[in-house]
Each structure stands twice: as structure tokens, then as C-alpha cells.
């Protein structure tokens, strides 16, 4: 089907900035929306932004202003601008992405998840 997997997260300081790369791959037909979602240790996974095929952005309300999330269509590929990071942003960050693939002459949905990166802000 389609896989996604994660990349750039690590530790940092509070007060600097990180970059998430999620890449997918497989028989991907299209990709409706992409998203980055995390779990803080100990809490429940939350979403922190989504992006459709057609550019329009949200984010977790708490986040706006800190963190853009942004595409490259043509690599299926889409990022995770994280800026003034605080130690409460220590979390494992996910991708997430729904759209179709192909599956012989037909298309099929798709919601896949990626492995997940720690993203560690000591303070």
C-alpha cells in the first residue's frame, strides 16, 4: 500500500527549532491530506497540523504561530516547520496521510501512519 516514514527529529534546547520530513511511498494515486500528530509521554495522541491536496492548513489551536506545516506534492513529501520549542513540545510526532492507491485496474483508500520520531526540547 503506502508507506510513510519520518525523519528529522532529535534533541533540542528550548527556544530552537526543528524541521520534520515525512516521505511516502508506494502506489500512491493521489494524497487528500497529510498530518502530523504527537504523543507527549503519558497522554494521548493529538493532532498538531494538517494540510489538504489544496493547500488549506489547521493547526492544534495551542500550536498556531510556532509550527507550519507545509508540502511538496511532487515528492509526496511534507514537513513540519516547529519554531520557539518548549519542553512541553517533547513528544513522539507521527505522519499521517489518507488519499488512494492503486490496486490493480481499480483505486483503493489509504490512511497510513508513519513509525514515529522523538522530538526531545530540554529546558
Known amino acids: 500500500q503506502v508507506q510513510l516514514v519520518e525523519s528529522g527529529g532529535g534533541l533540542v534546547q528550548a527556544g530552537g527549532s526543528l524541521r520534520l520530513s515525512c516521505a511516502a511511498s508506494g502506489s500512491i494515486f493521489s494524497i487528500n491530506a497529510m498530518a502530523w500528530y504527537r504523543q507527549p509521554p503519558g497522554k494521548q495522541r493529538e493532532l498538531v497540523a494538517r494540510?489538504?491536496?489544496?493547500?488549506?492548513?489547521n493547526y492544534a489551536d495551542s500550536l498556531r504561530g510556532r509550527f507550519t506545516i507545509s508540502r511538496d506534492n511532487d515528492k509526496n513529501t511534507w514537513y513540519l516547520q516547529m519554531n520557539s520549542l518548549k519542553p512541553e513540545d517533547t513528544a513522539v510526532y507521527y505522519c499521517?496521510?489518507?488519499?488512494?492507491?492503486?490496486?490493480?485496474?481499480?483505486?483503493?483508500?489509504?490512511?497510513?501512519w508513519g513509525q514515529g520520531t522523538q522530538v526531545t526540547v530540554s529546558s
Open positions: 499521517n496521510a489518507e488519499g488512494r492507491y492503486y490496486s490493480g485496474s481499480t483505486f483503493k483508500s489509504f490512511g497510513s
Open positions: 494540510i489538504t491536496s489544496g493547500g488549506s492548513t
